[in-house]
C-alpha cells in the first residue's frame, strides 16, 4: 500500500506549536523580552515530561505481563537510558534560565 507524502511541517503540526508563544507582557503594554525564552524553555519542558511519561507507560506495560518477556528487556533499557538522558538535558537546560525576568 502506498501513502501520500507527507509534509515536515504538517507532520509536525508547525503552525500549532510555532504559534503558541503569547507574552502576557506584550499584551499588558509593558513587553518583557525575556518572556518568550522563559515561555519556549517551559513549553520544552512539557514536552519533555511527556515523552518521560510515554516511555514510563511503555516500561510499565512490558512489566505487567507475567510473566515479563525476557526479549523486551533491550526496550525497557533503552526507555530507561532515554528517561535518564532526558533528565541530563532538562538539568543543563534549567541553568540557561537563571537571570531571566519576566515582569
Same mark, same amino acid.
Given at each position: ?5 507527507? %509534509? ?14 503569547? %507574552? ?21 519542558y ?12 511503555s ?12 526479549e ?32
Amino acid at each position: 500500500m502506498k501513502y501520500p507524502p507527507v %509534509r515536515y511541517d504538517e507532520y509536525l503540526q508547525l503552525d500549532k506549536i510555532l504559534s503558541a508563544q503569547k %507574552r502576557l507582557s506584550e499584551e499588558r503594554g509593558r513587553p518583557a523580552h525575556d518572556e518568550m525564552l522563559f515561555i519556549i524553555i517551559h513549553q520544552v519542558y512539557e514536552l519533555w515530561f511527556k515523552q518521560i511519561l510515554f516511555e514510563v507507560d511503555s516500561i510499565l506495560k512490558i512489566y505487567r505481563q507475567v510473566p515479563v518477556p525476557e526479549e523486551s528487556m533491550g526496550q525497557v533499557v533503552r526507555g530507561l537510558h532515554r528517561v535518564n538522558e532526558i533528565f541530563r538535558i532538562l538539568t543543563i537546560r534549567a541553568l540557561s534560565l537563571e537571570g531571566t525576568v519576566v515582569a
